[in-house]
C-alpha cells in the first residue's frame, strides 16, 4: 500500500477531531456525573440498579438506550457507578447497551434500513448485554476490577495549606475539580488510543473492507466483526458509512457484524478500560462484543 498525503491528512484530522471531541465528552459528562452524584446518594443508584429479580439489568439496558454516549463517553459514567457501588452485573449491562442502542445509532438505523432491520438489531443487542452482564456477575468477574476505580477522588486543596486556613471551595468548583483530576489520570490512555485508532482510520482503505467481507467470502461475518473493533467510529459514521460498504458489495450480514463491533467497542475504549479493569475483564468485554457482533450477523443472513 501506498502512503499518500491524502491518508497523512486524513489521519491528523481525525486525531485532531477526536481529541477535542472526546476531551469535551469525557469533561462534559465527568461533570454532569459529579452533579449526579451530588444529589443523588449511593444507596440510591444502587437501589436503582440492584439485580434482585432481574429488574435492575433491564432498567440499566435501558438507561443505556436513553443515553447519547458513543463507547469512549460510557467510560465516566461507568467510573460514577463505580463509586456508587451499583450492581456489578447491571453496570456490565450499561457498558454493553450504550453505545450500540443509544437513540443517534437507533434513528439513523431506521431512516437507513427500515423499522424491521433496526428492531432485530435492538433486540440482538439488548438480549446480549442483559445476558452478558448476568452471566460475568455469576462468574465473578467483579473481582477483576482494580480496586482504585472504586476510590473517591481526594478533594484538592486550594490556597496555601489544607489545613483549614483556606476557605472551603463550593460544591461546582469540587466537582470540578473531582472532574479535572479523572481527566488527567485518563489523558494518557486516551491520547494513545485516539493515535493508534486515527492511524488505522486514515490508512485502512474502505476497498479492502469490503472486498474480504462480501457476500461470498464465507468468512466475512467475522471478518467484519474483528476489523470493526479497532475502528472509532461514532455513530453519526458507522450507518452512512455502512451505506456505502453495502453499495461497493459488502453483504448486509457483516455490515450488521461492523456496526456492532466498531459502535461497541473501539481500541480508544479498550485503552481507556485498562484504567478500570484487570486484563481478564478486558479479554471478556472483547469476547462479548464481539460475540454479540458475529452472532447478529449470522442470525441476519438466516432470517432476513
Known amino acids: 500500500m501506498t502512503i499518500t498525503a491524502e491518508m497523512i491528512m486524513e489521519s491528523l484530522d481525525m486525531f485532531a477531531f477526536l481529541a477535542v471531541e472526546l ?29 434482585q429479580n432481574g429488574k435492575g439489568y433491564v432498567v440499566a439496558a435501558l438507561l443505556g438506550a436513553i443515553t447519547p454516549f458513543c463507547s469512549c463517553s460510557t467510560i465516566p459514567f461507568l467510573k460514577g457507578l463505580l463509586r456508587a457501588r451499583a450492581g456489578f452485573g447491571t453496570m456490565m449491562v450499561f457498558l454493553f447497551a450504550s453505545p450500540l442502542l443509544n437513540p443517534v445509532i437507533i434513528g439513523l438505523f431506521i431512516v437507513t434500513f427500515g423499522i424491521q432491520v433496526t428492531l432485530f438489531y435492538f433486540a440482538i443487542a439488548l438480549g446480549v448485554s442483559i445476558i452478558a452482564g448476568y452471566a460475568l456477575e455469576k462468574l465473578g468477574f467483579e473481582r477483576f476490577v482494580k480496586a482504585e476505580a472504586y476510590e473517591q477522588p481526594k478533594p484538592s486543596c486550594c490556597g496555601s495549606s489544607c489545613g483549614g486556613a483556606a476557605p ?26 485516539i493515535a493508534i485508532g486515527s492511524v488505522i482510520y486514515g490508512f485502512m482503505p474502505t476497498e479492502w473492507i469490503s472486498s474480504v467481507a ?17 475502528l472509532y467510529i461514532r455513530a453519526e459514521a458507522v ?45 471478556a468485554f472483547l469476547v462479548v462484543i464481539l460475540t454479540m457482533a458475529v452472532s447478529a450477523g449470522l442470525l441476519y443472513g438466516l432470517i432476513f
Open 23 to 51: 476531551t469535551i465528552l469525557f469533561l462534559g459528562i465527568s461533570y454532569l456525573v459529579g452533579v449526579l452524584q451530588e444529589y443523588i446518594p449511593p444507596s440510591r443508584i444502587q437501589s436503582i440498579l440492584s439485580s
Open 168 to 193: 472551603k471551595p463550593n460544591k461546582w468548583l469540587k466537582i470540578w475539580q473531582s472532574t479535572w483530576k479523572d481527566f488527567k489520570k485518563v489523558l494518557p490512555y486516551l491520547i494513545g488510543g
Open 214 to 230: 462480501s457476500e461470498e467470502n464465507i468468512f466475512a461475518v467475522p471478518v467484519a466483526a474483528i476489523i470493526g473493533i479497532p
Open 239 to 283: 450507518i452512512p458509512l455502512s451505506a456505502a460498504l453495502a453499495a461497493k458489495g459488502m453483504g448486509l450480514g457483516a455490515i450488521m457484524a461492523l456496526i456492532i463491533g466498531s459502535a461497541g467497542a473501539s481500541l480508544t475504549e479498550v485503552i481507556l478500560l485498562k484504567s478500570l479493569f484487570k486484563n481478564q475483564m478486558i479479554i
